[in-house]
């Protein structure tokens, strides 16, 4: 892949900013990147690149410019584009917007509107860590000392059931702000960590890193977890909807032990080198593993033109 696999940029009209550092780190890597190609020719993919701020009909004017001065797009319909928005682009009835919808890859930030993300051809970025650390992957502790711990930064969503949680000598529950050192502490001496999905998740490699198995808490089925593709999530993290409450928290932490707590607390540390964004992309790192997903999808349906059906 790294020596074979190459992309075109088309090339946008105005200075493209993204607004989260994840899109920004990953932007940047691959435009300085050995992936590129000037040679569309030998593309295996091609990659948009338009502002988050961009109007849906801006976005379709895009797409037709792309479609009308090169080939391309025809070819495929746009199964072989990909292109990044945070949020995501949702469904229009606009013939460019629907396609590439429909049919481009769209690499966004994890949480994104269920109705805006494709499963079976979308890619979430991996989220930043707002405290890197040392490159160190041991956790703090090898001893856990509390049963789990749940981090909410003011003002994101918490936890639904939170109130019956205060008080319990098993967990430690933290609000924001809090400084990466204390933090890091509290997950090294945690056997479990408490994520809200749709809330703040920032530190899910952290809590991987450091040998503290996420406990990934929603009301809905998630689709969306960076590398749902590539890793096999259920030997990493446990999974809970809202419904049961604490008493179904406590329950399923208590019977996740044994041979299974450690192997998913020893496969999370294992695969905690894919969260990582370097400002010098490193092998397995959160920008080769997003690179290796749109590898994955480089064979695409090609449809015959029109006059040749």
């Given at each position: 892949m790294l020596d074979t696999f190459k992309i075109f940029i088309y090339k946008p009209d105005s200075n493209v900013v993204f607004n989260t550092l994840a899109e920004s780190i990953f932007y940047t890597s691959l435009i300085n990147s050995t992936f590129v190609t000037q040679n569309a020719q030998e593309a295996h993919l091609f990659f948009i690149p338009f502002s988050p701020n961009l109007s849906a009909r801006s976005i379709s004017r895009l797409v037709r410019k792309i479609r009308i001065e090169f080939p391309y797009w025809n070819r495929t319909l746009g199964a072989d584009h990909f292109y990044l928005s945070c949020k995501g682009i949702g469904y229009n009835s606009d013939r460019n917007i629907l396609e590439l919808k429909k049919n481009s890859v769209q690499i966004s930030c994890l949480g994104a509107t269920e109705s805006k993300f494709i499963p079976h051809k979308d890619i979430t970025l991996p989220p930043v860590n707002p405290a890197p650390v040392e490159n160190d992957h041991s956790p703090v502790n090898t001893t856990a000392s509390s049963l789990a711990y749940y981090y909410s930064p003011t003002g994101q969503k918490e936890l639904s059931f939170l109130g019956e949680l205060y008080g319990d000598s098993e967990f430690v529950i933290e609000h924001g702000p809090s400084d990466g050192l204390t933090r890091r502490e509290?997950?090294?001496?945690?056997?479990?960590?408490?994520?809200?999905?749709?809330?703040?998740?920032?530190?899910?490699?952290?809590?991987?890193?450091?040998?503290?198995?996420?406990?990934?808490?929603?009301?809905?089925?998630?689709?969306?977890?960076?590398?749902?593709d590539v890793l096999r999530w259920q030997q990493i993290a446990v999974f809970l909807g809202n419904i049961g409450g604490a008493r179904e928290l406590?329950?399923?932490?208590?019977?996740?032990?044994?041979?299974?707590?450690?192997?998913?607390?020893?496969?999370?540390?294992?695969?905690?080198?894919?969260?990582?964004w370097n400002p010098s992309p490193q092998p397995y790192d959160s920008f080769h593993m997003i690179m290796y997903q749109l590898w994955l999808r480089r064979h695409t349906i090609r449809y015959a033109p029109r006059d040749q059906m």
């Open positions: 509290r997950i090294g001496n945690s056997r479990f960590c408490l994520l809200v999905y749709g809330s703040d998740v920032s530190w899910i490699g952290e809590t991987l890193r450091f040998g503290c198995v996420p406990v990934v808490i929603s009301d809905r089925p998630i689709q969306d977890l960076p590398f749902m406590k329950s399923l932490l208590r019977n996740t032990n044994g041979d299974r707590y450690v192997l998913q607390k020893n496969s999370g540390m294992a695969v905690s080198q894919h969260f990582e």
